[in-house]
């Protein structure tokens, strides 16, 4: 097991990376814990649940939605909840954003902390305390920034897992790479094929080592002024293709990442022998890094972005495996540069 | 003008108590800003408005709802509100709760800041951090702790309060008096019948020297874990009370301390001679101290509120006037004092 321990704003946050769920009780303060997780989960895992009241949500991206929000929290005064009350989050990155957001909201703040059941909420969304929902096809327009107390990563959750959700997880595993770590890059080319067939010794050093690299970037800036945008890499082009609805979370960012490489080795950033690297690792790992979409309906899907501010957009490129860098682009040039690169945006349909 | 800074765990918070409202463009950061209030403050003071887009919600605790914060989102994105738009709360209270519920969690926080139009909210709402909404009769069942950059406390707004609104925001400014500055109490022996004619140099004293000792105690405990308890002194009872729907928060908050001074004296930590200056001093306010309710409707009221925990409750009570100190009680104790009070907590009609 490796436990590595961030110090947020509010307070610190302890992810233990190889710990069985079983273990939890060990983890939970004395008092009161509700459990929050969603339908599915709650199918596979319902005999290994602790035995706390349990609130199930729907699974998938359309229950992240206030309504949900709201039926928690009037669960939670049927359940006469106060504020001694543990919230214990179980599932993937909407349970987790959900179950922090209720946490972090009801009775203005509740102890909370996850047992994390995919890969990608593993490396990704157990760190860094952002929470909320989608509003009106926003992602993510309405919640806060606050850290969980811990989150189980436990490997045999990972067990039950879809392919396509291990290739999301990969995609964040390798913007961590990408972005802080080029000794971790070399790493996942060494053993792409083990890390896909998830095995355990592979997976978790890679989970640890994304979790520190998060963790790092977040701790210098958990509100996003600066530092943590590089935690965006990927994640412009990335949003604005998800919502087309043809790619999952991390196909979507893989051809962002693959997108955002090769607007570097433009920008004279990037040595072009890295951006190959990046697109034949991508590539071992089934991510996806070309996609057939307008440009200009990308660019349209940019300015709705909320990260948006007038005409320009802070956009994260590599200087080298392992170094990213916040420039500003604006939307013309990026418009440009899209209808330039047939070979990673395309404007017809796939060849 | 009296300028107080406050430090909150996130950013400071200034208080300007005596600023104009007409004053607010040079405290507003550059770029967009987007006001928050509600009809009753628009239809007086719609040619004091800034040029600024605004948002209008229902009068009263009516519309302190998660529909009206589900409305402001969508109007926020209507008007492509972003990460860089500026929340500006003009109103009393309510206004102050829901404008910083939805500036704390709309693209997870916005800057905002507050011009507080009651007396209430001068004092009391505009300090502290705590917002959020009620939910299901539950008051403020759900916010977040988040200090308003700025507060802007103009006089000039007092002037069209109702009378009823007026006794409100008094009974707080006694109950900062109680709870830290015997000073100020006595300030307001002196002069009552000032402060309810709300002669300024009278008010931007008591507003001041309120809004100094509320910042004290919140700047010593932000979330509640101890000190900062002292400030529901008189509320515990208060809330209960205002639940029936015959009392204003003013005035079941003044019974409320009318009981609290009775329960102290009982417990031997208040001099007699201390809560009858107490209940002169409240009854000179046009505040009541006494109610005619049914002592075990009004226990049972209190375990219903959020801030039970099991059979034992956290009850502020006075040592003297201005120092508060904080004890356990057992509901039934509570139980038993309450029906023993006829003067304060009445079983039967009023005589």
New interface residues.
């Given amino acids: 097991m490796r436990i590595i321990e961030i110090q947020g ?2 307070q610190p946050s302890t992810i233990r990376v190889g710990e069985a769920f079983a273990n939890l009780p060990r983890h939970l303060p004395p008092g009161k814990a509700v459990v929050i997780t969603d339908e599915n989960v709650l199918r596979l895992y319902r005999d290994r649940m602790p035995a706390l009241p349990v609130l199930s949500i729907g699974s998938g991206e359309a229950f992240k939605t ?1 309504e949900t929000v ?1 039926d928690l ?2 669960a939670l ?1 049927d359940l006469e909840a ?3 009350t543990f919230i214990l989050g179980v599932g993937g990155g909407i349970v987790c954003d959900v179950a922090g957001f209720v946490a ?6 509740l102890r909370f902390g996850f047992a994390a059941t995919t890969l990608l909420a593993q490396v990704d969304a157990s760190v860094g305390g ?1 929470n ?1 929902v989608n ?2 096809g ?1 992602k ?6 606050r850290q969980p107390e811990f989150v189980i990563c436990d490997p045999a959750f990972l067990e039950t897992l879809p392919e396509a959700e291990v290739v999301n997880g990969m995609a964040e595993i390798v913007k961590h790479g990408l972005i802080a770590d080029a000794g971790m890059f070399a790493f996942l080319e060494d053993h792409a094929s083990a890390a896909l067939r998830l095995e355990p010794a592979v997976v978790e050093r890679l989970v640890a080592e994304s979790v520190v690299i998060k963790a790092g970037v977040v701790g210098r800036d958990e ?1 996003e002024a600066g530092e943590r945008r590089k935690l965006n890499f990927g994640h412009t082009v990335g949003h604005a293709l998800e919502k087309t609805g043809v790619f999952s979370h991390g196909e979507a960012v893989s051809i962002g990442m693959a997108f955002a490489s090769r607007v570097s080795v433009r920008r004279g950033l990037l040595p072009e022998e890295a951006h190959r690297r990046i697109l034949a690792l991508l590539s071992r790992l089934k991510l996806p890094v070309r996609a057939s979409v307008d440009p200009l309906r990308l660019v349209e899907a940019l300015r709705r972005d ?4 007038a005409n320009r957009i802070h956009f994260v490129l590599l200087e080298d495996i392992g170094r990213a860098v916040v420039q500003e682009i604006r939307m013309d040039e990026l418009e440009g540069m899209a209808a330039e690169f047939p070979d990673i945006l395309q404007t017809g349909p796939d060849p």
Same sequence: chains 1, 2.
Avoid: F, M, Q, W
């Fill in positions: 704003s509010s206030l709201s929290y009037e005064v106060d504020r001694a972090a909201t009801y009775l203005r703040g952002k909320g509003l009106e926003y993510n327009l309405v919640g806060t920034i509100v909320k990260k948006r501010r």
